[in-house]
Nanobody, 120 residues
């Protein structure tokens, strides 16, 4: 079993910052992509940022220049530094990892989600 545990969400005023963390644990052999998605009420889940095991990153246009994704491969942990937060960033943020166990079968894994609320 693979578990992703997120932390760092909360309530912040517009213009403020938050840092999300997500630690993967369990019977992990290897992790490829890790990323953050978000889902606002009434909206579909959308990609925020992703990072490969080699450190290549990809960002959604609305967060470019404000959010930074990073990972610590030794700790199987991915981070999302969110600066200059806006009310429209309010959503539940989910951690995602494409990981393989000893059977070397790649699967998608998701965290339970952490609420980020930005007040105006």
């Amino acid at each position: 079993q693979v578990q992703l545990v997120e932390s760092g969400g909360g309530l912040v005023q517009a213009g403020g910052s938050l840092r999300l963390s997500c630690a993967a644990s369990g019977s992990i052999s290897s992790i490829n992509h890790m990323g953050w998605y978000r889902q606002a009420p009434g909206s579909q889940r959308e990609l925020v940022a992703a990072i490969t095991s080699g450190g290549s990153t990809n960002y959604a246009d609305p967060v470019k220049g404000r959010f930074t994704i990073a990972r610590d491969n030794g700790k199987n942990t991915v981070y999302l530094q969110m600066n200059s937060l806006r009310p429209e960033d309010t959503a539940v943020y989910y951690c995602n990892a494409v990981a393989a166990k000893a059977d070397r079968v790649w699967n998608d894994y998701w965290g339970q989600g952490t609420q980020v609320t930005v007040s105006s």
